[in-house]
């Protein structure tokens, strides 16, 4: 069976899944891909396959991330960029754990008010379209930063693929025209995407071939000059004309000064496992943990998968967290972020014990900056990708332009599409974002200054070693859906495939709707949760989350024959695939 018709058989069983889902949610999820050596999962079938071709080359997972990275620059133009920034968890084979920082920051000359009016209000998208609403790009130097630190081969080896797609092209199938579609009048209003991104100025079409000249020159010059050639050099200097032609503020000194971090990533326990994730100015990891830490005090397996108490607890926890979160975090080198506090399990206690097991709580009455025993107390069109090799090195990769398609502007000559990062920014406190964040002070703009970020790339281990590897876009919303992966799989025993697959429930604080994918509760469950004070509503634009487990199915279950590596990604999305060797 080709690659094609069985990303066309997955979405034909993801219908059938919905329909089970009331009764068993992963009663209809076909077993994960399994195999023996190594495992890519991407949101693109041609950047897996570049993936899986590095480790059987003999890279290692850092350069398979590497390569991917550069290869969804192009295969998926709508989040895989070099215009925009993300971050890597990566775990060693050895037990060393990092992360890696290559989010954008704000120009040089941003201010806290460059998207309100006279009045103070703010100016509908300024913060979203065009170049004003661009941060300076990351994923260049998050990529090299991995690649000469911690990978194996040489730069041009790990580029030289995705130089080629763009160069001769690729064929496009369904899922690649659905994406393209999101953006067609956006490209309209912008000459250099419509050029790429237009068919003689119509959308394209299934079987079309998609050519990209001046992005295979970009990746060119990286191959060869490496961050140079990005920061200092032709593509730093043409993204800032452009940024000048179209009012935007990016100068030649904000490519010249930014630099990728590393940085100790965000860990915490839960039922024996541990959690290795994205620290500030990553919300995901703290979140992430605050979360499971108030959700490790109830017997969630005992109250049944989706029983309107498991739910009720899951959607409290999330709405407690997401106080913290909306409140303190920001980048650690303007914020000083109470991460410890955050993280302790003493304080997931006092947080539990004011939870009303039979009662919802009111969002507005859940104040900031008061401790929960005195009161009641990002676009979504980013990408993810797990890898794991051989050796069992593990790499969790989730970068961004923000919004589909970003600021919907591609520099002139470049080939490169521009973040619209800016707006995850607290542009004016109080006003929701992109995502419908209301966020604070520690968020502000300032020059320099990296945005708080809800990218969740995420590892779990037990005894030392890696059995989890997740993911996923989704705005706001990425953090809930790894906790949902995490407790599907460690609480309720699913494979990856049958954690992916199971349907969601997002609760963020404010506004005080929890979000509930169609299916995911029962009549019966909704009108228990209803009669709680709980306001449901509808589900999102799909996530589409990207896993791997790690020695067999499940956690604690026996291998399928040789196969150490099984891989999912999420059918939410018609485009993606998990493949090894």
């Given amino acids: 069976m080709t690659s094609a018709l069985l990303r066309k058989t997955s979405r034909l069983l993801f219908g059938l899944l919905l329909f089970a889902a009331n009764c068993q949610a992963f009663g209809a999820s076909q077993f994960p891909v399994a195999a023996e050596n190594g495992m890519v999962v991407t949101a693109q079938h041609l950047a897996t396959q570049v993936g899986v071709d590095i480790l059987k080359k003999g890279g290692n997972a850092i350069d398979a ?167 200092n050099g032709p593509i730093s200097r043409a993204i800032v004309a452009a940024s000048q032609k179209g009012h935007g503020i990016l100068s030649e000194a904000d490519f010249a000064h930014y630099q990728a971090r590393e940085r100790s990533p965000i860990e915490c326990d839960y039922r024996g496992y541990r959690i290795v994730s994205a620290p500030p100015p990553s919300s995901g990891g703290v979140v992430i943990c605050e979360i499971l830490n108030i959700l490790e005090g109830y017997p969630l397996k005992e109250l049944g998968y989706l029983s309107a108490e498991a739910v009720h607890y899951q959607i409290e926890a999330m709405r407690h967290a997401y106080v913290d979160r909306n409140t303190y975090l920001g980048d650690p080198d303007f914020v000083n972020n109470p991460t410890g506090h955050l993280l302790d399990k003493g304080y997931a206690a006092k947080i539990r014990a004011t939870i009303n097991p039979a009662k919802a709580s009111v969002s507005s009455e859940l104040k900031p900056n008061v401790a929960p025993h005195e009161v009641a107390h990002e676009g979504t069109n980013t990408t993810h990708y797990s890898i794991v090799d051989k050796d069992g090195n593990a790499v969790s990769v989730t970068y961004t332009l923000n919004a589909w398609f970003g600021a919907a502007v591609t520099a002139e000559k470049t080939g490169i599409l521009l973040n619209n990062e800016m707006d995850d920014f607290t542009v004016k406190p109080g006003v929701p974002n992109l995502f419908g964040l209301v966020q604070g002070e520690a968020n502000a703009i300032a020059p320099g200054k990296r945005p708080l970020s809800s990218m969740s790339p995420t590892i779990v281990s037990r005894d030392g070693k890696p059995v989890m590897v997740i993911g996923t876009p989704g705005g706001s919303r990425i953090i809930t859906v790894v906790v949902h992966t995490i407790l599907n799989v460690i609480d309720y025993g699913m494979n990856i495939q049958e954690a992916i697959d199971a349907p969601r429930f997002h609760q963020q604080w404010l506004p005080d709707v929890t979000e509930v994918e169609t299916f995911a509760l029962s009549p019966d469950t909704r009108k228990i949760l209803i009669g709680m004070g709980h306001t449901l509503g509808n589900p999102q634009p799909a996530n589409h989350a990207a896993g791997i487990l790690i020695g067999a199915p499940t956690l604690g279950g026996k291998p399928r024959g040789n196969n150490r590596f099984y891989g999912a990604i999420d059918p939410r999305r018609n485009t993606g695939q998990a493949l090894g060797y």
């Fill in 65 to 231: 991330a590497v390569a991917v990275g550069y290869a969804l620059a192009v295969v998926y133009p709508a989040a895989g960029n070099l215009g925009g920034g993300g971050f890597m968890t990566i775990q060693l084979a050895d037990g060393r754990k990092t992360f890696l920082d290559f989010r954008e920051k704000a120009p040089l000359a941003a201010t806290p008010t460059m998207y309100l009016d006279a009045n103070g209000d703010v100016i509908k998208n300024l913060s979203t379209r065009g170049y004003l609403a661009a941060g300076v790009p990351g994923t260049v130097a998050g990529l090299e930063l991995a690649r000469s630190r911690y990978g194996t081969m040489p730069r041009t080896q790990l580029i030289a693929p995705a130089i080629g797609l763009a160069k001769k092209g690729f064929v496009l199938d369904e899922g690649d025209v659905d994406m393209l579609a999101h953006a067609t009048d956006y490209f309209h209003q912008d000459a250099p995407s419509a050029t790429i991104f237009l068919h003689h100025g119509r959308p394209f079409t299934a079987g079309e071939r998609l050519v990209q000249k001046d992005l295979a020159h970009s990746l060119s010059l990286i191959s060869r000059e490496g961050t140079k050639a990005f920061y």
